[in-house]
């Protein structure tokens, strides 16, 4: 979930200027879930993650509005993904489903956390701070609401009045699909205690089994 930023030798759109705001983006909000999960959110003040970060706090609410937004960065870097994911399928000739069938199976084989298939300790800590915290919990609709909007635009048009009914229907749908395969993933390796290992094919087949119910729902 956390964002790697280009090596200067990479292409970035907008230059050298944005490769640093990139990186001071990713600095700050690093900085901050290093102190949240010494700490706790709640005993972390924006001073503080300022300071640790060398930057100035004018400077911090520039790149994050509010103070749980330092915290779920990792979840504004997936936020537009899905609808990625729809575009790109169709560009190669794919319904959306499936495009985003293979997406996630891909994540958990590559144990994505942002598929819940991740048994890190770092990121089980992450997970534990984030669903122990209400505010954080309520902050994180924001994310999930704007992503569901982008997949519905991904899906279909409904001109300038923006998606259509069906393609919201249909985007809330896979939102809520993708959501709580990774909560049962997450749930059965933080407190059932297994292993992603162990999960991983279990997993799978209710990946495969949630986008069929999906397909008999949602037509491509």
């Keep these: 979930m956390s964002e790697t930023p280009p090596s200067p030798a990479s292409p970035v759109p907008g230059g050298l200027r944005e490769l640093k705001k990139r990186r001071t983006y990713a600095a700050i909000s690093e900085a901050a879930i290093r102190l949240f999960l010494e700490r706790g959110f709640d005993a972390v003040s924006v001073a503080e993650v300022a300071a640790a970060a060398e930057v100035s706090k004018p400077t911090l609410f520039r ?3 509010a103070k749980e937004d330092l915290a779920l960065h990792r979840f504004a870097d997936h936020e537009d993904e899905p609808a990625r994911v729809v575009r790109a399928g169709r560009e190669q000739g794919s319904g959306p489903l499936d495009a985003l069938e293979r997406h996630f199976l891909r994540g958990l084989a590559e144990r994505d956390p942002i598929t819940g298939l991740c048994d890190d ?22 994310y999930t609401r704007r992503s569901d909007a982008a997949l519905a635009a991904a899906l279909g048009s409904g001109g300038d009045e923006g998606p259509d009914v069906r393609a919201r229907l249909a985007a809330g749908q896979v939102g809520v699909v993708l959501r709580t395969l990774a909560e049962e993933n997450w749930r059965r390796i933080e407190h059932a205690g297994e ?6 094919p279990g997993a799978v087949r209710a990946a495969e089994f949630a986008f069929g119910q999906l397909r008999d729902g949602i037509a491509q």
């Design 121 to 142: 300790p770092e990121v089980l800590a992450y997970q534990r701070m984030l669903y122990g915290t209400e505010s954080l919990v309520a902050r994180l609709h924001t």
């Design 63 to 65: 790149y994050f509005p």
């Design 195 to 200: 292993s992603a290992d162990a999960v991983h």
